[in-house]
């Protein structure tokens, strides 16, 4: 019996990949719904190829409920959740509450949202296999060994296209600069991200709710090649890593077909060429997001959502224009500043992001004026 696949965020850099991947392994794999936003004509021809019909194949933008009506699918067996934003959030909590595998790309409503998603994971048979390649990683690493063997784990960054780079040097740096990551190739929003280091605070944050480990047991270094993707500790200080090149249909096969690994050697090293791997440690005075990150993960309660909802308006802001690089951290950090609570419901949480992105709005508007 083939595996049903339902694809929010269909249109975009992972949702594509995932296509390219099933479309690999038809007769394992068959698509039952898709969704997108903006992008409806490509939604159509994917729909078309994949034999996906009209009524399943839904732009998320026309219809609030789509993505998490298509999550609960009944023939759906596993649900990839690449959607960007917190608009993620209900298909997470719907995929989980269904008792559907989620293969979870976005990161973003486990972040704002982590002990909602952990009831809704606790309620029934739903289970996250990551597909961030971070924590598809560790997944991969935490495999070696027991859970209380586990010393620490560690995220891997790029670094980004700024790193080594001054917070002088960076206060011109331009939208055009920022996305021109050196390793990866990913949507805007999650390029931005990665070249503020935000990213690694939104990993960081990920990682605990993932695998119930303290933020002190999590850390994070510079590994500018994108081979080494995570890597875990263990207490007779034994560190296991997981390896490979630096493409997304490696962790999206696992998390489709896991146990199982996807028959395609989409990570395949060649050693012959592959030269030197290196590490530093990140530059957490100059890439102020991963120490707010840290630091609101911490903090818990709506802290990470309130840090999460800020961050994607700062982010759309540089992206239109309309403030600076360094600005994103300013604003993230005011926004901040001015309060977190609980997040013991989904009320809280959509509240917290609500009432974050109208003051992140405000930060903007004040900066983008003067
Ligand atoms: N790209 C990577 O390599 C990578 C790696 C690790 C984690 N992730 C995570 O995966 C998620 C997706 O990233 P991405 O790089 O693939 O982003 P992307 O290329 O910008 O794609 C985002 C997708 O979400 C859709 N979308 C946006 N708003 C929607 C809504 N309200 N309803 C339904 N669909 C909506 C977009 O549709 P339209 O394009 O049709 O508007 C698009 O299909 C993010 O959370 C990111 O952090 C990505």
Known sequence: MSRGVVILGSTGSIG???????????????????AAGRNTELLAEQAQTFGVPADLARSGLDDPHALAELAAHPD????????????????????LEAGKRLALANKESLIAAGPVVAKARASGDGEIIPVDSEHSAIWQCLRSGRPSEVR??????????????????????????????????????????????????????????????????????????????????????ATIAQMSMPDMRLPIGLALGAPERFPEPFGAIDWQTLGALTFEPP??????????????????????????????????AFLDERIGWTTIAEVVAEVL?????????????????????????????????T
């Open 16 to 34: 594509t990949q995932a296509l390219d991947v099933i479309a690999r392994h038809r007769d394992e794999y068959r698509v039952v719904a898709l």
């Open 76 to 95: 759906a067996d596993v649900v990839l959740n690449a959607v960007v934003g917190f608009a993620g959030l209900p298909a997470t909590i719907s995929a």
């Open 152 to 237: 620490r784990i560690l995220l891997t960054a790029s670094g980004g296209p700024f790193r080594g780079r001054s917070a002088a040097e960076l206060a011109t740096v331009t939208r055009a600069d920022a996305l021109k990551h050196p390793t990866w190739t990913m949507g805007a929003k999650i390029t931005i991200d990665s070249s503020t280091l935000m990213n690694k605070g939104l990993e960081v944050i990920e990682a605990h709710e993932l695998f119930g480990i303290d933020f002190d047991d999590i850390d994070v270094v510079v590994h500018p090649q994108s081979i080494i993707h995570g890597m875990v500790e263990f207490v007779d200080g």
């Open 283 to 316: 530059d957490l005075a100059t890439f102020r997001c991963l120490a707010l990150a840290y630091a609101a993960g911490r903090a818990g309660g709506t802290a990470p959502a309130v840090l999460s909802a800020a961050n994607e308006v700062a982010v759309s």
């Open 337 to 369: 500043d001015q309060g977190t609570g609980n997040a013991d419901e989904i009320a809280d949480v959509l509240d917290a992001d609500r009432v974050a992105r109208g003051r992140a709005a405000v930060a903007i508007d004040r900066r983008s004026s």
